[in-house]
């Protein structure tokens, strides 16, 4: 497997393992207010991340493409799980929420290139 599939692995599941810890307290303290945050920690981190790695444990691809969709994409997601329960509890303006937005999306958008940049490749026999 990929040095970058792996490490997209990792990440992933180091931001699974933190969503069921605050589920967790969730469930133990009664108080679901952050839910929204621990979602989108879930589907971005855990669910995302994953999808990423198998992309690329699966379709490998070299050079700093990869590397930087990792890199944004882990910022973004987790980010999102640092800042939104900061907007959520009103600590902090949803503006700030940008700082985790861009990163995501900007991941998300080297990975559409991944994608496409695999379609004009001959396909395997």
Not at 10 to 37: E, F, I, R
Not at 59 to 85: C, D, H, Q, T, Y
Request: include cysteine.
């Amino acid at each position: 497997m990929p040095r970058v599939s792996s490490a997209f692995f990792l990440v992933a599941a180091l931001c699974g393992l933190a969503g069921m810890a605050w589920g967790s307290q969730m469930g133990m303290s009664g108080d679901h207010s952050l839910s929204p945050a621990h979602a989108h920690l879930n589907l971005l981190g855990w669910v995302s991340l994953s999808i990423m790695g198998g992309f690329y444990a699966l379709s490998p691809r070299s050079g700093w493409l990869p590397w930087a969709n990792l890199i944004l994409s882990s910022a973004g997601a987790i980010l999102m799980g640092v800042l939104l329960p900061q907007v959520l509890t009103g600590k902090l303006s949803g503006q700030v929420m940008m700082a985790a937005e861009l990163p995501a999306v900007l991941g998300m958008l080297l990975f559409i290139a991944a994608i496409v940049s695999g379609l004009r490749r001959p396909a395997a026999a």
